[in-house]
């Protein structure tokens, strides 16, 4: 079949790679792609945020299977376009995609779910949210409602800092995204993310994983988009991700099916854990970038038959084939990330290193340039490894990255720590 995936991340050189190991995949197209996808596939320039762009694509180029990668064309109706032109795709409609789009709709799910989440209220005048933060105290977490890149979203450990966020995003900081904000109790515990495949019908987890989201070794720094990730995650034990699936996952997905809004795609759980019990910190309607790179080290070649099974609401009969084994991705990024930082520069030393099933370096901001490697994001490198044990992985993906030639580069090196 032809394939079309939707992207241009570390996220999506990994599902390309996932792909392109099952012979179903006759051919593949990557739009937008980036110079790691260009060398495993063809990728095309075109506006993946244009429903209209991408359903013309896919007609003109016998397009069967549509893969999204990130939850911009999602909320903007992609997967609602496709379906409508009878092409196949992966991953939720806009109305299902609200829960990543809407922190508010989320919340309303959950309650109608009776989910385990944080206690919250919601707020469009900045007078009553100050008084709900004095009144209820530090800590506390405010949140802008609507997709804020991640960075709409203060843990106040003061009273004062929540106050500041209030009036931060009653001015306007994010833009249209603050114009209604969530304060949310403050969840103590460790986080992890679960991810589950959701037909509508049936839940399928296909995975445990653990981010790390400050920019520096020791959890310190400024927040990112995830500077590593590992799979699977102790902390989320079977036991506990049982837990999750059956007190937060299948109550959402049966409370969207109810409302007429049936989810469909994969569902990246946040999850809190304390004392055993898992609560939901978040949804987000796509993969994690950088934790899919770690899922699909895993999944190898049956990721696509999954995602077929998904998007075809055949998962009643699907399986997923579990080697015990663990996936590491460490994160190379250019100095100055998540701040700002220089573009353009030159990365060495790719070209010795190994491309096995247990080993990739997955690209996410490079461009190829006079026939150089060269640096055009913030992340731009997921040096990835498969092993027996996180210790194995972890050794053999950090013998990579120190056989990575970028002076402007940086990456951390305690990914994993927790499980170690
Ligand atoms: P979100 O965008 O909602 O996932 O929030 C980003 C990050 O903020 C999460 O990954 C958590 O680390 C933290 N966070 C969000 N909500 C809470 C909460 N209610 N309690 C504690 N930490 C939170
Ligand atoms: N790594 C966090 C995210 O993809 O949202």
Same mark, same amino acid.
């Given at each position: 079949?032809?394939?079309?995936?939707?992207?241009?991340?570390?996220?999506?050189?990994?599902?390309?790679?996932?792909?392109?190991?099952?012979?179903?995949?006759?051919?593949?197209?990557?739009?937008?792609?980036?110079?790691?996808?260009?060398?495993?596939?063809?990728?095309?320039?075109?506006?993946?945020?244009?429903?209209?762009?991408?359903?013309?694509?896919?007609?003109?180029?016998?397009?069967?299977?549509?893969?999204?990668?990130?939850?911009?064309?999602?909320?903007? @109706?992609?997967?609602?376009?496709?379906?409508? !032109?009878?092409?196949? $795709?992966?991953?939720? +409609?806009?109305?299902? &995609? #609200?829960?990543?789009?809407?922190?508010?709709?989320?919340?309303?799910?959950?309650?109608?779910?009776?989910?385990?989440?944080?206690?919250?209220?919601?707020?469009?005048?900045?007078?009553?949210?100050?008084?709900?933060?004095?009144?209820?105290?530090?800590?506390?977490?405010?949140?802008?409602?609507?997709?804020?890149?991640?960075?709409?979203?203060?843990?106040?450990?003061?009273?004062?800092?929540?106050?500041?966020?209030?009036?931060?995003?009653?001015?306007?900081?994010?833009?249209?995204?603050?114009?209604?904000?969530?304060?949310?109790?403050?969840?103590?515990?460790?986080?992890?993310?679960?991810?589950?495949?959701?037909?509508?019908?049936?839940?399928?987890?296909?995975?445990?994983?653990?981010?790390?989201?400050?920019?520096?070794?020791?959890?310190? @720094?400024?927040?990112?988009?995830?500077?590593? !990730?590992?799979?699977? $995650?102790?902390?989320? +034990?079977?036991?506990? &991700? #049982?837990?999750?699936?059956?007190?937060?996952?299948?109550?959402?997905?049966?409370?969207?099916?109810?409302?007429?809004?049936?989810?469909?795609?994969?569902?990246?759980?946040?999850?809190?854990?304390?004392?055993?019990?898992?609560?939901?910190?978040?949804?987000?309607?796509?993969?994690?970038?950088?934790?899919?790179?770690?899922?699909?080290?895993?999944?190898?070649?049956?990721?696509?038959?999954?995602?077929?099974?998904?998007?075809?609401?055949?998962?009643?009969?699907?399986?997923?084939?579990?080697?015990?084994?663990?996936?590491?991705?460490?994160?190379?990024?250019?100095?100055?990330?998540?701040?700002?930082?220089?573009?353009?520069?030159?990365?060495?030393?790719?070209?010795?290193?190994?491309?096995?099933?247990?080993?990739?370096?997955?690209?996410? @901001?490079?461009?190829?340039?006079?026939?150089?490697?060269?640096?055009?994001?913030?992340?731009?490198?997921?040096?990835? &490894?498969?092993?027996?044990?996180?210790?194995?992985?972890?050794?053999?993906?950090?013998?990579?990255?120190?056989?990575?030639?970028?002076?402007?580069?940086?990456?951390?090196?305690?990914?994993?720590?927790?499980?170690?």
């Amino acid at each position: 079949m032809n394939i079309l995936i939707l992207g241009s991340g570390g996220r999506e050189h990994s599902l390309a790679w996932a792909a392109l190991q099952n012979p179903k995949c006759d051919r593949l197209i990557v739009a937008p792609g980036n110079a790691g996808i260009a060398q495993i596939a063809d990728c095309a320039s075109l506006d993946v945020d244009n429903p209209s762009a991408v359903t013309e694509f896919a007609v003109e180029n016998s397009i069967d299977f549509v893969i999204v990668g990130p939850e911009a064309p999602l909320a903007a @109706g992609v997967v609602d376009m496709l379906r409508n !032109a009878g092409i196949l $795709a992966f991953g939720p +409609t806009a109305a299902a &995609a #609200q829960l990543e789009a809407s922190k508010t709709f989320t919340k309303e799910v959950c309650d109608a779910a009776s989910a385990p989440t944080a206690a919250w209220a919601r707020f469009t005048q900045a007078e009553p949210a100050r008084d709900y933060i004095r009144e209820k105290g530090a800590p506390i977490v405010v949140k802008a409602d609507g997709l804020a890149a991640g960075k709409g979203v203060v843990v106040a450990m003061t009273e004062d800092e929540a106050l500041a966020a209030i009036d931060d995003m009653f001015d306007g900081a994010f833009g249209d995204a603050g114009a209604e904000v969530v304060i949310e109790e403050f969840m103590d515990g460790e986080e992890a993310s679960y991810f589950i495949l959701c037909d509508g019908e049936t839940c399928l987890p296909i995975g445990t994983a653990q981010d790390h989201k400050r920019a520096f070794d020791g959890d310190k @720094g400024p927040n990112t988009g995830g500077m590593g !990730a590992y799979s699977p $995650a102790p902390v989320l +034990t079977d036991e506990i &991700a #049982q837990t999750a699936l059956d007190q937060i996952i299948k109550p959402t997905m049966a409370e969207m099916t109810r409302r007429g809004t049936p989810y469909t795609g994969v569902l990246y759980a946040g999850l809190m854990i304390k004392d055993g019990q898992p609560r939901l910190v978040e949804y987000n309607a796509r993969f994690g970038d950088p934790e899919c790179q770690v899922l699909m080290m895993r999944l190898g070649g049956q990721a696509l038959d999954l995602m077929l099974a998904c998007a075809e609401a055949r998962l009643a009969d699907a399986q997923v084939n579990w080697a015990d084994d663990h996936a590491i991705t460490v994160v190379m990024a250019a100095q100055g990330y998540p701040g700002s930082y220089e573009k353009g520069s030159v990365i060495k030393g790719l070209d010795g290193l190994p491309e096995t099933s247990s080993e990739m370096v997955f690209h996410a @901001g490079t461009t190829a340039k006079d026939g150089q490697i060269t640096a055009t994001g913030g992340r731009a490198l997921n040096i990835t &490894a498969r092993g027996n044990t996180l210790q194995e992985a972890r050794n053999q993906a950090y013998a990579m990255a120190d056989r990575v030639d970028w002076a402007e580069g940086f990456f951390r090196k305690d990914i994993g720590w927790r499980a170690l």
